[in-house]
């Protein structure tokens, strides 16, 4: 077979899954059970097969550590420094999701002792650069929310602009001056406002 | 040496450089002298070095075979299909740069029996899956220069509105109306309106 005389590093794929629900950001990781940094939490990832495409290697490696399936994964970076992997040069190319938590639980499978969901400001220390990894997706999922309404498939058909503002701060890690961000939320016209109240809140109900 | 026991694909490195003038949008080409695909124009571009960083890859590789250099590459995506190149599996990490056509020469140097600069729009068919990674470098730069104004780097200082538009309509291959790109324009803030007019045009001169 041929092969081309320049040496050849190791390939693997990484997934930043980002699970959201109605106010929380989390994060998908797995408890790594292989040498090298065996024992830590790292993002689910592993070698690349030669006859399977990059995306789908994601998918694969995605399920065979988590379970979790049927989601699109885009391609985020490749990374690449020298000595990434204490072993031997290793290029992972990452990829991330953004997905509802409900409909994803993890379950730990082959090469995970564990994998588990979560929050984005609460996480454990990750094996590799994979929290370099994360934080470029984090970065990429912040620069995502301002410009596309991907939230709102987060939320139930009907809320508050109060829950609306909850997964923004959480999601971007600040908070928001209420007036501006209904007023800017509003003139997207997006959003239907309703003659119904919250119905389980005593105080001061707000419009759906 | 460690090698994790998973098959090494080859890994490579691409350049997608853009060069901009006043009125033209160019595309580096490098005409390869070695097989596969030897004759034919491609990206410039080759395969990683073990000890160095991917960016640094791609900087050594371009300036190998074009003798272009100090530029800003970032990258753009990675390619990876598994019948990509027709001799084994190579996975390519492409970098995309935009320079000022003028001050950035190309002259062929290694495994390049030649290296030019063409106008976008005018392109010889080119060598592996070179085209596609071309194409996602066009929607990038398009994409960019929709909220960014960088185009103005490549004018003179002074200029007229028809020149930006110019340059606008070569990038986003499509004529723009000149009322909706001039208030547009304008609105940005970023253009001050000279008490000058162009000087060798006899009729209607223009405001700079």
Redesign the interface.
């Known amino acids: 077979?041929?092969?081309?005389q320049?040496?050849?590093?190791?390939?693997t794929v990484d997934c930043v899954v980002f699970g959201l629900n109605d106010r929380e950001l989390n994060v998908l990781l797995i408890q790594r059970d292989l040498e090298p940094h065996r024992g830590s939490w790292a993002l689910p990832g592993g070698?690349?097969?030669?006859?399977?495409?990059?995306g789908a290697a994601a998918r694969r490696e995605l399920e065979e550590e988590t379970s979790v399936r049927d989601l699109y994964l885009e391609?985020l970076?490749?990374f690449?420094?020298?000595d990434r992997d204490p072993?031997?040069?290793?290029?992972t190319?990452a990829y991330m999701a953004i997905v509802n938590l409900i409909e994803h639980p993890a379950t730990a499978a082959t090469d995970a002792r564990n994998a588990a969901w979560f929050r984005a400001d609460d996480l454990p220390k990750l094996a590799f650069d994979h929290a370099g990894i994360l934080a470029m997706a984090m970065d990429r999922l912040r620069a995502k929310v301002r410009y596309d309404p991907i939230v709102f498939e987060f939320l139930p058909e009907k809320f508050t602009l109060r829950e609306v503002q909850n997964i923004y701060e959480e999601i971007l890690g600040m908070t928001l001056d209420k007036r501006n961000f209904r007023k800017k939320l509003l003139s997207t016209e997006t959003l239907a406002r309703l003659d119904e109240v919250e119905m389980d809140v005593a105080h001061r109900a707000a419009y759906l």
């Open positions: 077979m041929f092969t081309y320049y040496p050849h590093p190791a390939v070698f690349i097969k030669m006859e399977e495409d990059l391609q970076y490749t690449g420094a020298p072993r031997e040069r290793v290029i190319v």
